[in-house]
């Protein structure tokens, strides 16, 4: 079964510092990947997916994600940290037996020291 | 296009009482999904709709059931609320079509006292 895998529950960087949060999967087939945020009491937004298309990922507001697959991990980074980045940030993967799901990590909360 | 909506936005509830809680799309999506958020454990899948007329249970079933009631539609009820129902519950639909992202609502704060 297919799984992802977030390191750390909560990461704290200053404004200006790059930001990294990991992401592990477990598939034994090349998966979809993808990120998510979530704002305070907001809803999930896409931040961006990984299709095999390219293994370098760009998305929303600055970040990217790499591919690698000799270490099965889709790592999100931004260069500078702003403020704005706080929220809680998801790491998912989508099955090949069942396209139309999604399998959620457990998240990752992201914090922007001034 | 106001993506996907849900109603209500806030509930509190005593245990055993029953409620639907009521999502709609209006971007002709195929799929619509149901899930819960719990502090530390992500998004878990309760129910999902993968096309008009189809349901199907997720991970965490159990006490819930849903009604695709058209392709915009998908409503969650919970027949006997239980204190273990305190959660979040977001809707989400996509277009259905191979590994497409899911677009969210903006949740459904639920309390069962």
């Known amino acids: 079964a297919q799984s992802v895998t977030q390191l750390g529950s909560h990461v704290s960087v200053s404004e200006g510092a790059l930001v990294l949060l990991r992401c592990n999967y477990s598939?034994?087939?090349?998966?979809?990947l993808f990120w998510y945020v979530q704002y305070p009491n907001q809803g999930l937004q896409l931040l961006l997916k990984?299709?095999?298309?390219?293994?370098l990922v760009k998305g929303i507001n600055g970040f990217e994600a790499e591919f690698k697959k000799s270490e099965t991990s889709f790592h999100l980074t931004k260069p500078s940290a702003h403020m704005s980045d706080a929220a809680e940030y998801f790491c998912?993967?989508?099955?090949?037996?069942?396209?139309?799901?999604?399998?959620f990590g457990s998240g990752t909360r992201l914090s922007i020291r001034p | 296009n106001a993506g996907v909506t849900q109603t209500p936005k806030f509930q509190v509830l005593k245990t055993g009482q029953s409620m639907t809680l009521q999502c709609a799309q209006d971007?002709?999506?195929?799929?619509m999904y149901w899930y819960r958020q719990d502090p530390g454990m992500g998004l878990r899948l309760i129910y999902y709709s993968a096309s008009e007329g189809t349901t199907d249970k997720g991970e965490v079933p159990n006490g819930y059931n849903v009604s695709r009631l058209n392709k915009r539609e998908f409503s969650l009820r919970l027949e006997s609320a239980a204190p273990s129902q305190t959660s979040v519950y977001f809707c989400?639909?996509?277009?259905?079509?191979?590994?497409?992202?899911?677009?969210f609502g903006p949740g459904t704060r639920l309390t069962v006292l």
């Open positions: 990984y299709t095999s298309a390219a293994t």
């Open positions: 998912a993967v989508s099955p090949y037996s069942s396209a139309s799901k999604i399998i």
């Open positions: 989400a639909s996509s277009p259905g079509t191979s590994y497409n992202e899911q677009f």
């Open positions: 598939s034994s087939v090349p998966p979809y």
């Open positions: 971007m002709n999506h195929n799929s």
